[in-house]
């Protein structure tokens, strides 16, 4: 009631006032509602005003004003987020296209305009069939239709475009369905690879074995031959080194245990499509196969490669064995995932709903992505923090570690001298902000994470730890820990929890990840 009576200039800056005014005659003369924008010191405010009739016949104004201060912070972060995906692709080496239904290119980065030999304003807009013949363009527009009338991606080798200079590539390209905000389908998206050097490199193997031992000592992808029952027979020195086998061990593994279950099935496959009976019989016919495989290490882990094999004959055309040639694409495909991630948890905390749903979503995307075995996530309740959602841990767990404030035999919080609550375990330390900066277990931004549980208490004091101890997470047997704040500017308002078994689980590159993850989870949630 304070505010009736006075007006704009009475009430707000004398630009802010100024500016109203204009509006307000606008809204008078035009008839018909106006909305604007307008930044207070530090919040920003969005303003319908709409014509109103009057009493006495005139017209006033009618107005409501919101607070959007919150909803501009989310599209900057969001802004952000697409501005920083947009320089990941400007700065890989493979080129990266989106194409409308047409096939002509709606987007590209550098490395694709390098590619193509066409500044970016030529590229954008063309179609591919200008830029291939007949044969080549048929090939792409064969494999790209059943991508769109199939939905899986899919991938077309070794096809041949032509540059502005009139040079000739030989390319790779990996494409997907590009859908809108609706799931309608809009165009294509995708990866291209100029692959001339490795084709002109592989035609050479076939020509000369003092060639074929030139390159492989000068090439850091990893080449290696093979018989027909794809039995090792050699491999270039970067093949040990990547993988720890010597050429000794890779011929007494058989080839399907040297990858994932799901890399041997895509293998058949291949076998199966491009190794069958008419193909081999063929003297004249060349078989050449790209795939990205999951690849065992002899130390139990695993890497991803971008491998091309290629049937090998005799002076007769009779098959003889393989050549291939691969690239450790793990850094890669890790970027992939996380960027994937990161997009989806940002949709989900986007989407319409309540709060459990899209923790539950949350969560389930985490444990997915990472492989972790058990996740969980606390949020504040009254003065405690239990977990609000669990994935992976065990229900004793769970009712064991949920509350962190110590109780008595009533259930009622004990509290410290100066009556603040009394938490355990590690939990309530990271919540508290509560770090040890001499044990390298902290980082800076509050997360706790280790590897080694049981050595960690062991080589440790309470003191080292701040009067926190592990016990229950050692007693379910878990060695590998993360405790992260979720954070909303300076304040904590809960905390993403990863446990696994295994020793070694996580890195601080996951962790840096995660903890980057945790301010837009904890912005959501403060919000809600």
Not at 87 to 111: H, K, M, Q, S, V
Not at 354 to 375: D, F, N, W, Y
Request: net charge neutral; hydrophobic share 35%; aromatic share 8%.
């Amino acid at each position: 009631t304070d505010i009736i009576g006075k007006t704009d200039f009475d009430l707000l800056p004398e630009y802010v006032a100024k500016a109203g005014s204009i509006s307000d005659r606008q809204t008078i003369n035009t008839r018909s509602a106006i909305i604007t924008e307008q930044q207070i010191g530090s919040r920003i405010y969005e303003t319908t005003r709409f014509p109103l009739p009057l009493p006495d016949g005139k017209t006033g104004v009618g107005g409501i004003i919101r607070d959007i201060t919150r909803n501009k912070q989310e599209e900057e972060k969001l802004r952000s987020s697409e501005e920083k995906y947009r320089n990941i692709l400007e700065n890989i080496e493979d080129g990266y296209f989106e194409a409308d239904l047409r096939g002509a290119f709606t987007f590209c980065n550098n490395a694709l305009c390098k590619i193509y030999g066409y500044p970016r304003e030529e590229l954008i807009g063309r179609n591919n069939r200008q830029s291939s013949d007949k044969e080549n363009a048929k090939k792409v527009f064969d494999a790209f239709h059943k991508i769109y009338t199939t939905g899986v991606p899919g991938k077309v080798f070794a096809y041949e475009v032509i540059r502005k200079d009139k040079t000739k590539r030989q390319l790779e390209v990996a494409a997907s369905l590009k859908k809108d905000s609706a799931g309608n389908t809009v165009g294509f998206q995708g990866i291209i690879r100029d692959i001339t050097e490795r084709i002109q490199a592989q035609e050479q193997l076939h020509k000369s074995d003092r060639l074929h031992r030139i390159i492989t000592e000068s090439i850091q992808d990893n080449l290696w031959l093979t018989d027909m029952n794809f039995r090792p027979t050699w491999v270039s020195p970067s093949v040990i080194k990547s993988r720890g086998f010597t050429l000794e061990e890779l011929t007494k593994i058989p080839w399907h245990k040297q990858m994932t279950a799901k890399s041997f099935h895509l293998t058949q496959k291949l076998i199966r499509d491009y190794l069958n009976p008419e193909n081999l019989s063929d003297k004249n016919k060349e078989i050449s196969v790209t795939c990205e495989l999951e690849i065992y290490r002899k130390d139990g882990s695993t890497f991803w490669t971008d491998l091309t094999v290629t049937l090998l004959r005799d002076e007769q055309g009779i098959p003889t064995g393989f050549v291939g040639l691969s690239r450790n694409i793990s850094e890669r495909k890790r970027s992939e995932a996380r960027q994937k991630l990161i997009n989806d948890i940002l949709e989900t905390l986007n989407a319409p709903g309540e709060i459990t749903s899209m923790i539950k979503g949350i969560i389930r995307l985490i444990k997915k992505h990472t492989g972790i075995e058990a996740v969980g996530l606390r949020l504040q309740s009254d003065e405690d923090y239990p977990y609000y959602e669990t994935e992976g841990f065990s229900d004793y767990f769970v009712k064991k570690a949920s509350f962190l404030c110590d109780r008595n035999e009533k259930n009622e919080i004990i509290r410290d001298a100066d009556g603040n609550p009394s938490w355990r375990c590690m939990c309530g330390n990271v919540l508290k902000g509560r770090i040890n900066e001499a044990l390298p277990c902290f980082t800076k931004a509050g997360t706790f994470w280790n590897n080694n549980i049981s050595q960690f208490l062991a080589a440790t004091t309470d003191q080292d730890r701040l009067g926190a101890s592990m016990k229950i997470c050692n007693r379910e047997g878990y060695e590998s820990a993360a405790l992260i704040p979720l954070r909303s500017g300076n304040e904590i308002t809960g905390l993403l929890q990863l446990n696994d078994k295994r020793r070694n689980a996580l890195s601080l590159d996951l962790i840096e990840f995660f903890e980057n993850i945790g301010t837009s989870i904890g912005v959501a949630v403060k919000r809600l």
